[in-house]
């Protein structure tokens, strides 16, 4: 099976009215609203990547991924098991099958999804080193303190039970690859948390799209949405914060995939992060494991990623 990209991710809300100000803050796009559904967008040409249905307990319900051709629907049925379902009646529509991870999370692989044209991106910023000048009589790319302009869901981080089922039914099943993995100290046979990367074979692809931390409570642990660089991160951050959400953790830069980072708390107590400058890797490129107490998880921070885990 061969994934393209995430396409969407579900959650049940109680509070949509507070959920969709919180997504336009952070810089989603509203496609549909209704009394009982919330769906944003990002600018990036997707009809629809984040989904709240209203509901009486805030949880997570689903991921969904895109695949290249039909054909692999019916593969996934044929092969692994997944349930035929109706045409997605979010907007961009699509045909869907459906599988449930050993957590009992739905997974949906999507196939035939409208897009629409994506905006405009800003300037990129002109870096003058001590050693290369590039900028010269003119100003750095300016950008608003604002809600961030989003250009795709890039990935997510699951709370499993079991790390070694998880991963190796994402493996089995979708072809994921361990990037970065990482077991109990002095445990190598104990791995704990893995960033999984999609096979495209030699084609590039993000260090991971699927992110597996082992932990009782299930659930999703964060969404994480591709911002332009860490200068549109930053002046995001600051607006977040002039609005009194929750800031969770960042903004940073993780050694293993070396993205900039910025987490924050939506009022349904999911975890919404911004990203930058990840790495690409190739199936080629394998797998690393590491000791969890080696691992120092913001480059640019000692501050203790207490908030992150609760
Ligand atoms: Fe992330």
């Given at each position: 099976m061969q994934l393209k990209a995430l396409h969407?991710?579900?959650?049940?809300?109680?509070?949509?009215?507070?959920?969709?100000?919180?997504?336009?803050?952070?810089?989603?796009?509203?496609?549909?609203?209704?009394?009982?559904?919330?769906?944003?967008?990002?600018?990036g040409g997707d009809?629809?990547c984040?989904?709240?249905?209203?509901?009486?307990?805030?949880?997570?319900?689903?991921l969904a991924f895109e695949v290249d051709d039909?054909?692999m629907?019916?593969?996934?049925?044929?092969?692994?098991?997944?349930?035929?379902?109706?045409?997605?009646?979010?907007?961009?529509?699509?045909?869907?099958?459906?599988?449930?991870?050993?957590?009992?999370?739905?997974v949906?692989l999507v196939h035939?999804?409208?897009?629409?044209?994506?905006?405009?991106?800003?300037?990129?910023?002109?870096?003058?080193?001590?050693?290369?000048?590039?900028?010269?009589?003119?100003?750095?790319?300016?950008?608003?303190?604002?809600?961030?302009?989003?250009w795709r869901l890039g990935h997510l981080a699951?709370?499993?039970?079991?790390?070694?089922?998880?991963s190796?039914?994402y493996a089995?099943k979708l072809g994921l690859i361990g990037s970065d993995v990482?077991?109990?100290?002095?445990?190598?046979?104990?791995?704990?948390?893995g960033f999984c990367r999609m096979d495209r074979g030699e084609d590039w692809v993000d260090h991971h799209t699927l992110a597996f931390?082992?932990?009782?409570?299930?659930?999703?642990?964060?969404i994480s949405f591709e911002?332009?660089?860490?200068?549109?991160?930053?002046?995001?951050?600051?607006?977040?914060?002039?609005?009194?959400?929750?800031?969770?953790?960042?903004?940073?830069?993780h050694?293993h995939g070396s993205h900039?980072f910025?987490?924050?708390?939506?009022?349904?107590?999911?975890?919404?992060?911004?990203f930058s400058d990840t790495d690409l890797f190739r199936k080629s490129d394998g797998t690393r494991?590491?000791?969890?107490?080696?691992?120092?998880?913001?480059?640019?921070?000692?501050?203790?990623?207490?908030?992150?885990?609760?």
């Open positions: 969407h991710v579900t959650f049940a809300v109680r509070d949509l009215d507070r959920q969709e100000a919180f997504c336009a803050d952070f810089g989603l796009i509203r496609a549909e609203r209704t009394d009982s559904r919330l769906v944003m967008r990002t600018e009809e629809a984040y989904v709240a249905i209203k509901g009486d307990e805030d949880g997570f319900v689903g039909a054909a629907l019916g593969e996934a049925v044929a092969r692994l098991g997944a349930e035929q379902r109706p045409d997605l009646d979010i907007p961009g529509g699509g045909r869907c099958v459906a599988l449930t991870d050993p957590d009992g999370n739905q949906l035939g999804s409208a897009r629409r044209e994506a905006g405009q991106p800003d300037d990129d910023l002109v870096i003058n080193t001590p050693f290369a000048k590039h900028r010269f009589g003119r100003q750095q790319s300016h950008r608003e303190v604002g809600p961030a302009r989003l699951l709370f499993v039970r079991s790390f070694a089922a998880s190796a039914w089995e990482y077991h109990v100290p002095g445990v190598p046979q104990a791995q704990i948390v931390m082992q932990d009782e409570r299930g659930g999703c642990h964060h911002a332009h660089d860490f200068e549109a991160q930053q002046r995001t951050h600051r607006h977040l914060g002039r609005k009194d959400y929750d800031a969770i953790w960042g903004v940073g830069r050694p900039v910025d987490v924050w708390r939506s009022p349904d107590g999911a975890r919404f992060e911004t494991v590491h000791d969890i107490s080696t691992v120092v998880m913001d480059v640019w921070s000692d501050d203790e990623p207490t908030r992150y885990f609760i």
